[in-house]
């Protein structure tokens, strides 16, 4: 497994799940545009207001997720289960590079 490869994948990732971030904040602050005048334009972008947060909280996550990938890499421990300590199928971290789980222990959990 190419650690190099995957921690450029995994900053990658984080730069544009940051980028993402920080746009579903501004639009969902409306800091770009006023919100409309019209009440039930208001309401529409309120759903869509809860909806772009929702998609913000998943970004900042999977960011949070990534950083911690990559203090395990730093730190030795990536690829091994943090439940069991069995290493990590090479295919799982391909797939699901940020994940601290085999996939036994992940069906476990589920």
Known sequence: MNLNQIREQLL??????EARADKVTRDASHRDEP???D???QATERENDDVLR??????RLEI???RQALQRIEDGSYGDC????KRIAE???LAVPYTTL???CAAAQE
């Open 12 to 17: 990658q990732r984080q730069v544009m799940l």
């Open 54 to 59: 929702a998609i913000g909280d998943e970004s």
């Open 64 to 66: 949070s997720r990534i």
């Open 102 to 104: 085999c996939i036994h």
């Open 39 to 41: 009440f039930a334009e």
């Open 82 to 85: 943090s439940s069991c300590g």
């Open 91 to 93: 295919e799982r971290l």
């Open 35 to 37: 919100v409309s005048a």
